[in-house]
């Protein structure tokens, strides 16, 4: 239980320290103010770090945002390193998110029921329904099966 709240204090402080690092630190270009960091996972034994971003724009951006994490992995981790004062620093991967498809994939999906539910809404505007109102017996009614 320990090992698990360690690595997920771990993880918040990569998190915190990358995306300040990303923000005011690093001059490459392609790492302009369109990359998010979203989550941020280590292993057990604190060896290994993942580090979930996602990128505004077109594959190129993305393309582009991949290429200088990879390229600003080194100063990343030794600006972890010495935020995180540990014996040994993590090593760290960079992971695009799926966050943004998964969302779109889901709002497409929302679009596409609500659009049947009103061809639905539409269809059945100004029906009755197919027997009486109310077809359950009562107390008191007659028995029409005798």
């Known amino acids: 239980m320990a090992d698990?709240?360690?690595?997920?204090?771990?993880?918040?402080?990569?998190?915190?320290?990358?995306?300040?690092?990303?923000?005011?630190?690093?001059k490459d270009p392609r790492l302009g103010t369109h990359v998010t960091i979203t989550d941020t996972r280590v292993t057990g034994d604190l060896r290994e770090a993942t580090v979930f971003y996602?990128?505004?724009g077109d594959d190129e951006d993305r393309a582009g945002a991949a290429a200088g994490l990879?390229?600003?992995?080194?100063?990343?981790?030794?600006?972890?390193?010495?935020?995180?004062?540990?014996?040994?620093?993590?090593?760290?991967?960079?992971?695009?998110?799926?966050?943004?498809?998964?969302?779109?994939?889901i709002e497409d999906l929302l679009d596409r029921a609500r659009a049947s539910d009103a061809q639905v809404r539409?269809?059945?505007?100004?029906?009755?329904?197919?027997?009486?109102?109310?077809?359950?017996?009562?107390?008191?009614?007659e028995d029409t099966t005798a």
């Open 4 to 26: 698990n709240a360690r690595a997920k204090k771990l993880a918040d402080l990569i998190r915190e320290v990358v995306a300040q690092k990303l923000q005011r630190g690093i």
């Open 54 to 56: 996602t990128v505004y």
């Open 70 to 105: 990879e390229s600003a992995k080194g100063m990343l981790r030794s600006a972890v390193g010495k935020a995180a004062g540990i014996k040994f620093t993590p090593t760290l991967t960079f992971v695009a998110d799926a966050l943004p498809e998964n969302a779109r994939t």
């Open 122 to 141: 539409e269809a059945s505007s100004g029906k009755g329904y197919a027997g009486e109102a109310d077809p359950y017996r009562k107390p008191g009614d």
